[in-house]
Every structure is written in C-alpha cells, then in structure tokens.
C-alpha cells in the first residue's frame, strides 16, 4: 500500500474513532435524559393519583354534609332549592 494511501486509511479510522466517540456520548446523554423523563414521569403520575384521590375524599365529604343538612333540615332546603331555582330562572331570561 502506498504511503498516501495509508494516510488516508489512518485518517479515515481516527475520524470513525471519533465519530463513535461521538455517538456514544450522545448515547450516555440521551440514556440519561430519557431515564430522568421517565421519573418526572412517574413522580407526575403519582401526584395527579393523590390529587384525584383528594377531590374524591373532598366530593364525598360535601355530599355527605349536604345529605345531612337536606334530611335534618327538609323545608330550609326546599326554601334553599326554590330560592335558587328562581333566581336562575330570572338571570336566565335577561
């Protein structure tokens, strides 16, 4: 092989060295940013769980206050549900 030729051959493995130099930091990189998604991922899914959990235990709470006060206080909240019923129907019509 002539001496050109091998430069040229020397020249071409360094620049492949370097380019899976290259791809493999990028790999590293991208294996690592991937891996921190996934976390915020998971701590993400977790907390929309505790918060949906939360509203529901809260919905629950309401409903059960609500039911209570309707059965101990039956005409109030008939008085309550008329009010209210009236005065949408007005706001609606204007």
């Not at 899976?20 to 907390?47: C, F, L």
């Not at 629950?60 to 006060?69: C, M, Q």
Request: net charge positive; proline share 1%.
């Amino acid at each position: 092989m002539s001496k050109l030729a091998n430069g040229e051959h020397t020249t071409t493995d360094r620049l492949a060295e370097n380019a899976h130099g290259s791809v493999d930091q990028i790999a590293k990189t991208a294996g690592r940013a991937e891996e921190r998604i996934r976390h915020d991922a998971a701590e993400v899914k977790q907390n929309v769980r505790e918060a949906s959990h939360k509203a529901r235990e809260k919905t629950d709470e309401s409903l059960h206050a609500i039911t209570v006060f309707v059965r101990d206080n039956p005409l109030v909240s008939l008085g309550l549900a008329f009010g209210a019923g009236t005065l949408l129907s007005a706001l609606r019509r204007h």
